[in-house]
């Protein structure tokens, strides 16, 4: 099964009944281990989570920490990108050079990487002390 295969899987099991727009990720790891999330709504908007946030906690939960590919897949008329707090999730566990696929269903596919999106990137480093 690919990335976008497992995305548009798990894409189909989110939970949105209040927007109605589903979303899935899917990432691979470096030991070729493949984990995918869903976006999951709140009445209480901001209390919900991103699919890429959910294919990262499971990521977490099956002891791996290193992404080395990652898809989302959204019903859109363009790619989608993951949002300012899924890209610095992101950028926690995958290096500056890793791929992120953005593929809408009717398969337009945007490809950046991690350093494009999310440019200037806060880590680990910033909080070393002189």
């Given at each position: 099964?690919?990335?976008?295969?497992?995305?548009?899987?798990v894409?189909e099991?989110?939970?949105?009944?209040?927007?109605?727009?589903?979303v899935?990720?899917?990432?691979?790891?470096?030991?070729?281990?493949?984990?995918?999330?869903?976006?999951?709504?709140?009445?209480?908007?901001?209390?919900?989570t991103c699919?890429?946030a959910?294919?990262?906690?499971?990521m977490?939960?099956?002891?791996?920490?290193?992404?080395?590919?990652?898809?989302?897949?959204?019903?859109?008329?363009?790619?989608?990108?993951p949002?300012?707090?899924?890209?610095?999730?992101?950028?926690?566990?995958?290096?500056?050079?890793?791929q992120?696929?953005?593929?809408?269903?009717?398969?337009?596919?945007?490809?950046?990487?991690?350093?494009?999106?999310?440019?200037?990137?806060?880590?680990?480093?910033?909080?070393?002390?002189?």
């Amino acid at each position: 099964m690919t990335l976008y295969d497992a995305a548009q899987k798990v894409r189909e099991h989110a939970y949105a009944p209040y927007s109605g727009f589903k979303v899935g990720a899917a990432l691979r790891t470096a030991s070729g281990a493949v984990f995918a999330g869903c976006n999951v709504e709140n009445v209480a908007y901001p209390e919900g989570t991103c699919a890429e946030a959910g294919a990262i906690a499971a990521m977490c939960a099956a002891g791996e920490r290193e992404i080395v590919e990652l898809v989302v897949v959204a019903d859109s008329t363009s790619p989608v990108p993951p949002c300012g707090g899924c890209r610095q999730k992101i950028a926690e566990f995958a290096k500056a050079d890793v791929q992120v696929a953005m593929v809408s269903l009717d398969g337009v596919r945007h490809v950046v990487t991690v350093a494009e999106l999310l440019p200037g990137a806060f880590g680990a480093g910033h909080m070393d002390r002189a």
